[in-house]
């Protein structure tokens, strides 16, 4: 336990470029208290003392805002940022290495027995706000944003947005750094029918018209994002 402790210790140095060293985090980090005092509910959920299990965690509750049953498994270098309002429910799975942000849910839709709550794979970013509902899966390395909602599994390697949770990219290797600026597929929409008006407007004589609503501006600025992104 000790050792897994310590990766989870390591994990939020390395992912909180506020935390200045493992002493602060210890004292003050509410969501490494939650996965520490989980970790010791856990121990006597699996020896079937279930009852001082629920007692350790809802104290942990009270104390951290961060609610995990005591079932759920969860793996190594897990980081709650922040932590308030995080709800992990009974069959949930995490993976190693996994970053979990404010007010996150790994919880159930109300209508599945048995395995109810979600399995997230290694390296997974939950961005603040979302929510992982079902039995689903959600690929290794892939990044949830924030306020989505997913009801369905997810390959490896994504980047979900949007209520429901929508693939808007698929890079095909794990993201190298944690970024919760995502990309917007309603503005991308909206550039893809202003280049289409643009073409038909330049069909028709009238690009310079008064009354034209295609936008070149717009779809400088996206596109110049985009390479960034892509640099």
Not at 42 to 64: D, E, P, V
Not at 68 to 88: K, L, N, S, T
Request: with cysteine; aromatic share 6%.
């Amino acid at each position: 336990m000790f050792e897994v402790l310590k990766s989870d210790l390591n994990a939020a140095l390395k992912n909180d470029p506020a935390a200045r060293n493992k002493f602060e985090i210890w004292l003050t980090y509410s969501g490494y208290h939650a996965i520490r005092r989980y970790r010791v509910a856990h121990w006597f959920y699996l020896r079937g003392m279930r009852l001082i299990a629920r007692i350790i965690s809802q104290a942990a509750k009270r104390t951290t805002g961060v609610e995990i049953h005591p079932a759920a498994i969860i793996g190594q270098g897990v980081f709650i940022d922040h932590g308030a309002g995080v709800v992990i429910g009974e069959t949930a799975e995490v993976g190693n290495n996994v970053t979990i942000y404010q007010n996150v849910t790994l919880g159930g839709t109300g209508k599945d027995v048995g395995k109810r709550h979600p399995t997230v794979k290694d390296g997974v970013m939950l961005s603040a706000g979302c929510s992982v509902l079902g039995p689903v899966t959600i690929g290794e390395g892939t990044k949830i944003g924030a306020g989505s909602v997913v009801l369905t599994d997810v390959p490896p390697h994504c980047t979900v947005v949007g209520i429901p949770g929508r693939i808007v990219r698929q890079y095909g290797k794990k993201p190298e750094e944690l970024d919760q600026r995502l990309p917007d597929p309603l503005l991308e929409e909206i550039v893809r029918l202003n280049k289409r008006l643009l073409a038909l407007e330049d069909k028709l004589g009238v690009h310079n018209c008064k009354y034209s609503i295609a936008n070149d501006d717009l779809i400088n600025t996206v596109e110049k994002e985009k390479e960034k992104e892509n640099a």
